[in-house]
């Protein structure tokens, strides 16, 4: 059990090949009753032995009962054991038999080393949980071991009992809502209200007041200050876990505006969050002041991107998380700061295989005289990538042939799917003719064009060589 708290509050996670017994119960009340019913049980256990060897114990029998009078002696025992140092005495008492005297000693220990093994696992784990406690404060330590994790947050958060539209109920609403103490689960039916106790509130915020200054003290000066490990957020989010402690995380989640889970669903949160926030039209005037907060959104976005291009999620994305990614990006299309974005977007489309990629990236190429000139490619982008977007065209020459490079891999990609290949080349080859640059870009995207044609062309050519070659054989 020890030990798997141990592992549990360095990998910051209560699943897995390394946690065997779990933390569904840290045996306390076990301890406690196996520790009453030693009481009882070691006195039984003395009086079957004089039972079974006859010995005859050379103290008084209380009237009546023999187990009683196992109990005084092993009480008197206890007493006796209570300074750990009491054993010298046994065998130089000439009134105990040999068995007596062994027994005794041996009640003795076990009576001694269970005490101190409780009094030190006692002593360890409230040592433990105020160093955990004191460092959680400091800034220092941002997640607690599963046992004291689940006291605290089932301590700082209590579902409310009564029915919204009760006028007391929904006054107590109010002012927790004002006061930033309330999370509403509106996955339930109907909707649960929490309270986060102002107690537990205080004492998130002093930890995000106290990482703010160790992090600026540090070289993670744009690193966002979280309000508890965002590994535990997530999975103390997942269905599975106690509602209070799903509401205490998704209360920090939506307070601090702190990304968790996958690439794809952080993706989702920055979307959402930017949109929330009306992101960065309300924050120009405040980065003036202080640019660390825009250069944290702009970071946290470029590291999902990244992480998005990885091949084990870039293979997951779904047209769903394009319009996500599409929606942050139009809400940056005039900061040029984000420029690198753009770029980490270019090369996520890249590695994509399905069509929608390449009308997405269209929208970051045509002009509106291009899209009228077109009405059957304006049907497919309003069928695919939710309708032509001008505002989100690329300005400069050198940013729309990154995207004509995303499309050239795409066309060139023998695993996308042929219709990808076939739009993207057609994309190239229209662009070729139409971008309005001086020569460099309609060159680029005329040069892909031919490229990524010739290609398909080829892999089309071999694979009608090789059905008839199969159809001869047969």
């Avoid at 057609?426 to 309609?442: F, H």
């Avoid at 060159?443 to 089309?460: S, T």
Wanted: charged share 30%.
């Amino acid at each position: 059990m020890e030990e798997d708290r141990e592992t549990a509050s360095r990998l910051e996670r209560t699943r897995g090949a390394n946690i065997h017994l779990g933390f569904e119960n840290d045996l306390k009340d076990e301890a406690l009753t196996g520790y009453a019913g030693l009481f009882i049980l070691v006195p039984l256990t003395l009086y079957q032995i004089q039972d079974i060897t006859g010995f005859a114990p050379a103290f008084e029998e209380q009237s009546g009962s023999v187990l009683l009078t196992w109990i005084v002696f092993f009480g008197g025992e206890l007493a006796k054991a209570v300074p750990f140092v009491d054993w010298w005495d046994i065998y130089g008492n000439e009134q105990l038999s040999s068995t007596g005297k062994h027994l005794t000693f041996l009640s003795r220990a076990a009576v001694d080393l269970i005490i101190l093994a409780a009094l030190f696992q006692a002593l360890s784990i409230w040592q433990r949980n105020r160093v955990q406690t004191s460092l959680f404060k400091a800034g220092h330590l941002d997640a607690f071991d599963p046992f004291k994790e689940k006291e605290f947050f089932l301590q700082g958060v209590v579902r409310l009992r009564g029915k919204a539209g009760a006028p007391q109920f929904d006054n107590h609403v109010d002012a927790l809502r004002k006061a930033k103490r309330l999370h509403v689960d509106r996955t339930t039916s109907p909707y649960a209200y929490f309270e986060i106790r102002k107690e537990f509130a205080s004492q998130i915020e002093a930890h995000v007041r106290a990482r703010t200054e160790l992090l600026k003290d540090s070289t993670a000066i744009y690193e966002a200050p979280a309000p508890y490990s965002r590994q535990r957020l997530a999975e103390l989010i997942e269905p599975s876990q106690h509602p209070d402690l799903r509401a205490g995380a998704n209360w920090m989640i939506s307070r601090w505006n702190v990304l968790v889970g996958t690439p794809r669903e952080q993706l989702r949160q920055i979307s959402a969050r930017w949109q929330r926030i009306r992101f960065p039209v309300a924050d120009q005037f405040r980065a003036q002041e202080d640019p660390a907060p825009r250069r944290i959104q702009k970071m946290e976005f470029e590291k999902v991107l990244v992480e998005l291009a990885a091949p084990q999620w870039s293979s997951k994305v779904s047209p769903d998380d394009l319009s996500h990614l599409m929606e942050s990006l139009r809400m940056v299309r005039d900061e040029d700061e984000f420029d690198f974005a753009r770029i980490l977007a270019f090369e996520l489309f890249a590695q994509l295989q399905m069509s929608e990629a390449v009308y997405f990236l269209s929208k970051f190429v045509l002009r509106q005289q291009d899209i009228d000139e077109d009405e059957g490619w304006r049907q497919k982008v309003i069928a695919y990538a939710e309708g032509p977007d001008t505002a989100m065209r690329l300005g400069r020459a050198e940013m729309r042939q990154r995207v004509y490079d995303a499309l050239s891999r795409i066309a060139l990609n023998r695993s996308a799917e042929d219709s990808a290949r076939t739009n993207a080349c057609t994309l190239l080859k229209w662009m070729g003719q139409a971008d309005p640059a001086t020569a460099s870009a309609a060159e680029y995207a005329a040069n892909l064009a031919k490229l990524a044609c010739e290609a398909i062309e080829n892999d089309l050519r071999r694979e009608s060589e090789h059905g008839d070659e199969e159809d001869e054989a047969e």
